[in-house]
Nanobody, 122 residues
């Protein structure tokens, strides 16, 4: 069993930065791919970024490539999403998730956090 807790959300002006953290409990966390997803009001949950269990491979949605960076520290059971050059369209609740399989599919992830709100003002 893995439990995930997100933190670091907040209100920021367009062009600003935020750093989201996902803290995990559970001995098998280091063996899972970890992804970040987001969900805006009235929209489906969408893939943002993911990182392999070893941290060697990262994946990004086209909409965030070059602006967001995902990293992990398995010794500390944490995954971080550094978000730069934020845009109003990045406004959403951001979720971290742990699982295996196709990294961009929500169905690949077995464990989810409760989410953290990110609001980008124009």
């Amino acid at each position: 069993q893995v439990q995930l807790i997100e933190s670091g959300g907040g209100l920021v002006q367009a062009g600003g930065s935020l750093r989201l953290s996902c803290a995990a409990s559970g001995r098998r966390f280091s063996s899972y791919t970890v992804g970040w997803f987001r969900q805006a009001p009235g929209k489906e949950r969408e893939f943002v970024a993911a990182i392999s269990w070893s941290g060697d491979i990262a994946y990004y949605a086209e909409s965030v490539k070059g602006r967001f960076t995902i990293s992990r520290d398995n010794a500390k059971n944490t995954v971080t999403l550094q978000m730069n050059s934020l845009k109003p369209e990045d406004t959403a609740v951001y979720f971290c998730a742990a699982g295996a399989g196709t990294y961009a599919r929500t169905s690949s992830y077995d464990y989810w956090g409760q989410g953290t709100q990110v609001t980008v003002s124009s």
